[in-house]
């Protein structure tokens, strides 16, 4: 019936008078809006992947020239790109993982919460809904070495035997922006899980527990099952953002110290508006949209999957 | 017969992009012939921080305004934007096509536009009477390729304070400052012993910053080399800078990874010992904290040159503010009225040099000053500091050289590297970049 819908057309026959392909109505009523979109966001990309091929400094207005893939080569051999490319993984996959874990512990936990305190459910949300750079400035000063709360914290419980700089060592670098990302998002994690908690339909949990399941059982059993294509869409989703991350990273280090936080994004950044060296940037940003495009379409696959 | 449409589909809105992106192409600032006529009222826009910082933002408004009443025919559209910003926002607003009348710039910042060949030179621009005045030093710093693109407009070389009060407080003598890198660092590990925690012994940015460097030249150069001298790239000579800067961090002499004006607020609070910064220090100090009358200021802290080095010769860095006239303004008379108006009227002198602090660009200023300028800080400044600066190597690579040198700084300060692999891996960058390797 669908596919009979969306294939009516205007007029009949298959050819219009001048042998062009006829359109049909669902397709012109939504072309416009894939116009405007095709428009901001193709005509940069093609500007970008021909920008890519240049050698264009904006220092160096008059030292422009096609160098064909230079820039792509150049980018095999550049260390900070692929210590970029390894930071955007780690700082991807550890957000997107640990949110996802603690996302659905949390839900299950305000799942269990009755009707009177289902308040709390809208408080556990603000996280969310604070922009990223004020996330980035508040743990900035949560991690900062000297007033931050975090040494102070640790140094209390005895975990820390001095204050110790957060933002200015490799290592800690990096678990403090992936702990602000965290907090961040875990909240949407949880409103996708609480939706899909609450779409379990209650006789079948009661039938596991009926038959003999432990809680446990129950939740391995009927819950997750229930609960698996919104983890995997949710999941994608987040890689895809957390992929684009920029205004925590670069609020809390600006991608150092040294570019032990530099994300692609990040670096893209850095070669294009404060080394101005545009046809580089273009090729990394190229390559990063490539990687984004192919986890899109994953994305996609699996909606629709779900969809049907 | 569906993916035919979809194909029809694409190579519509495939072919309408490309036809924007030819169209692109072809764009861009146009350059604008100069003048305006004398009776017609224009606009001119001036991207600056003056008016972003709350610490001047008062008086450049009350500037401005000035130069209107005394002007009716020229109205300024104040845009302020944050200093680390300057530079993208000036750039991205240039490439837009969308490029201000004039702007305020540091040296670095103005030289990569002027590279970029945004910036229209200042020579017959600006009135013979003017640059008869102005400071040729700092005139001259503002050069690209043999043309001048910058015209000087406060005084603010980097100088070295130091706090009395606390060096008293650890046995030190208030009135003798280090005068070596010696000393200076004999100080740092007395104040670290006698004073409480939270007091910071030294001011120095380490961040990667075109900023973060151009604070560090003058130390480099302290320790006997700056990394890149003319086309000359050393920066396996910076050795006995890092030695002393991992172990400086180490010790807790300084706090790493900040900005220079982020100890600032602890100058303001008595817990910096010695600051690297310029004169507007004392005018920013205050206000921070309103209760520090000029007579407390000066009770707390004096300036001199940072201390000397291997070579006994005093370095400083210029951190001074330009205003740099774009080649794209269809108002470049007014905009230079404006920047001499700046620079050299009595009334920004009085209201915006004098009181915050600054160190005026022309010359006549302190015979028309005397007594404004004859405070102990900007005597400092005036007969020790300004002679000592030393001009990094500003350029269109400045960015990506500042990037590089710092990445390697902070290797060196958050790791147990050893350093001459650091300083290995910086020269080989550098000469990639200096060279065109």
């Not at chain 2, 910082?53 to 305004?65: G, N």
């Amino acid at each position: 019936m669908a596919g009979e819908r969306t294939t009516r057309r205007i007029s009949g026959g298959k050819e219009g008078k001048r042998g062009f392909p006829r359109l049909p109505l669902s397709f012109l009523l939504i072309f416009p809006s894939i116009l405007v979109l095709s428009l901001v966001i193709l005509y940069p990309l093609i500007s970008s992947s021909l920008l890519s091929l240049f050698n264009y400094e904006l220092t160096k207005p008059h030292d422009i020239d096609f160098v064909f893939f230079n820039n792509y080569s150049k980018m095999f051999k550049d260390d900070t790109f692929w210590l970029a490319f390894r930071n955007t993984l780690i700082f991807t996959g550890v957000s997107v993982v640990v949110s996802l874990v603690v996302g659905l512990i949390v839900a299950i936990a305000l799942d269990q919460l009755p009707e009177r305190l289902a308040g709390l459910r809208g408080i556990v949300l603000v996280p969310w809904i604070i922009p990223g750079v004020i996330v980035g400035f508040l743990f900035m000063l949560i991690f900062d070495v000297e007033v931050g709360i975090a040494n102070v914290i640790l140094k209390q419980l005895g975990i820390i035997k001095k204050f110790l700089p957060w933002l200015m060592d490799e290592q800690l670098a990096m678990i403090a922006v992936i702990v602000a990302n965290i907090w961040n998002q875990i909240p949407f994690y949880i409103l996708m899980f609480t939706a899909g908690l609450k779409a379990i339909p209650v006789d079948v949990k009661e039938a596991a527990i009926v038959e003999g399941a432990s809680r446990w059982q129950e939740f391995v059993h009927v819950t997750l099952p229930y609960l698996r294509g919104i983890m995997v869409i949710t999941s994608l989703l987040m890689v895809i953002r957390n992929f684009n991350n920029f205004p925590i990273i670069y609020t809390m280090t600006g991608g150092g110290p040294v570019f032990s936080t530099t994300t692609l994004v990040i670096y893209i950044y850095r070669l294009a508006f404060e080394q101005f060296n545009i046809g580089y940037a273009s090729a990394v940003g190229i390559v990063w949209c490539l990687v984004l495009l192919a986890l899109s379409m994953v994305y996609v696959k699996m909606l629709y999957k779900q969809v049907h | 017969m569906f993916r035919k449409k979809w194909a029809f589909v694409v190579a519509i809105l495939l072919a309408v992009s490309l036809f924007m992106v030819a169209c692109g192409q072809g764009g861009g600032a146009s350059n604008q012939s100069s003048g305006s006529s004398s009776n017609q009222k224009v606009e001119i826009t001036f991207v600056n921080w003056a008016t972003a910082e709350e610490a001047t933002k008062k008086q450049m408004l009350a500037v401005i305004e000035e130069f209107e009443k005394q002007n009716p025919n020229i109205k300024v559209k104040n845009v302020p934007i944050p200093v680390g910003e300057q530079l993208n926002q000036l750039t991205i607003m240039t490439t837009g096509g969308n490029a201000p009348d004039i702007a305020q710039v540091h040296f670095d910042v103005g030289i990569s536009l002027a590279a970029m060949g945004a910036l229209e030179p200042t020579d017959n621009l600006l009135s013979k009477d003017f640059l008869d005045d102005l400071n040729k030093k700092l005139y001259d710093f503002g050069m690209w390729e043999g043309k001048h693109y910058l015209i000087p407009w406060v005084g603010h070389p980097l100088g070295f304070w130091y706090n009395k009060k606390l060096l008293k407080e650890a046995g030190l003598d208030p009135n003798n400052p280090p005068q070596t890198m010696e000393e200076l660092t004999k100080a740092m590990a007395v104040i670290k012993e006698k004073l409480p925690a939270e007091v910071v012994p030294l001011q120095i940015d380490t961040t990667i910053r075109t900023l973060g460097l151009s604070h560090e030249w003058s130390f480099m150069a302290a320790f006997g080399a700056i990394p890149i001298e003319g086309d000359k790239v050393q920066a396996t000579k910076l050795e006995p800078f890092a030695e002393w800067l991992r172990m400086c961090v180490k010790k807790g002499y300084t706090l790493p990874g900040k900005k220079f004006g982020e100890f600032r607020p602890l100058a303001a609070q008595n817990r910096l010992v010695f600051g690297f910064d310029g004169p507007s220090f004392k005018g920013i100090i205050q206000s921070f904290d309103k209760s520090i009358t000029d007579e407390k200021f000066y009770e707390t802290w004096g300036v001199t040159t940072l201390p000397v080095g291997v070579d006994k010769k005093p370095y400083s860095a210029p951190d001074d503010h330009n205003l740099a006239i774009f080649k794209a303004s269809k108002n470049k008379e007014a905009a230079v009225k404006f920047a001499e108006f700046l620079s050299r009227s009595d009334f920004a002198i009085k209201t915006y040099v004098i009181p915050l602090g600054f160190l005026p660009t022309v010359q006549s200023a302190v015979q028309r000053f005397p007594q404004e300028f004859s405070d102990p800080a900007r005597k400092a400044y005036i007969e020790k500091v300004v002679p000592a600066v030393i001009r990094p190597p500003y350029g269109p690579n400045y960015a990506k050289i500042a990037t590089v040198i710092m990445a390697g700084i902070q290797d060196v300060i958050t790791t147990d590297k050893p350093i001459p692999e650091i300083l290995k891996t910086v020269q080989m960058k550098l000469e990639g970049i200096v060279h065109g390797r």
